[in-house]
């Protein structure tokens, strides 16, 4: 047999057994005590769990000295009323389904709290449709007031909007990368124009291997 009928049985041979390997799929229940899994390309639980946990807890003054904007007329230790708008994505990646949990877990969090009470969220998309306005247009004084007046109207007043605000920043070497992300909690006190921004950060490394790539097709 020459060099060139061998190789060609070898390649041959090698293209069969790869064909003949199924890949398959399965799932299991994480426990509370299991770790968050690492995403490979791209952030996710692990990430945004501890950015939002760090985020909300400094927001709340957990760990740090609180900043106080009560708004004029609110009675001391009454709760503050917030209006959370949203949370917007800034980074490099589609966060997907994640832009949902994020709003529900840092409102949660905050609603269970002390000191603040947040407005339901179809109560805010509810406004926000009927003036036909997109959540960055509220700083404009006139919406802010149609804004505050619609609200009024359904029984839904507030003394802060509350934003949340996704971004990230990526480091190449070579066929690795860095990238560090960060979620900033903005809070504004309607009345005065005063606010308290809180954020955390988180740095995650992304490897590439060369095997991989060998039989990427």
């Known amino acids: ?14 293209a069969s057994s790869l064909a003949g390997c199924r890949s398959s799929q399965h799932a299991h229940v994480l426990k509370d005590n299991d770790k968050d899994l690492v995403g490979s390309h791209a952030a996710g639980a692990e990430t945004y769990q501890r950015l939002i946990d760090e985020s909300v807890a400094k927001l709340l003054g957990r ?42 877990l840092i409102d949660s969090a905050i609603n269970e709290s002390q000191q603040y009470h947040e407005i339901s969220r179809r109560y805010v998309d509810a406004g926000l449709k009927q003036l036909r306005l997109p959540p ?6 006139e919406n802010q007031r149609n804004f505050q007046a619609v609200m009024e109207e359904m029984g839904q007043p507030f003394d802060f909007l509350l934003f949340a605000k996704l971004t990230s920043g990526t480091t190449q070497q070579n066929k690795d990368y860095q990238r560090d992300y960060l979620l900033t909690l903005e809070l504004v006190n309607i009345h005065t124009g005063d606010f308290l921004k809180e954020s955390a950060k988180l740095r995650k490394g992304y490897h590439k291997s060369w095997f991989g790539k060998m039989f990427k097709y």
């Open 63 to 104: 760990g740090c000295e609180p900043v106080e904007i009560q708004p004029t007329g609110m009675v001391l230790g009454e709760k503050k009323k917030i209006c959370f708008i949203g949370v917007e994505n800034c980074t490099a990646e589609e966060i997907g389904d994640f832009k949902e949990q994020i709003y529900e």
């Open 1 to 14: 047999m020459d060099r060139r009928n061998f190789l060609s049985l070898g390649f041959t041979a090698l």
């Open 136 to 141: 960055d247009q509220l700083f404009i004084k």
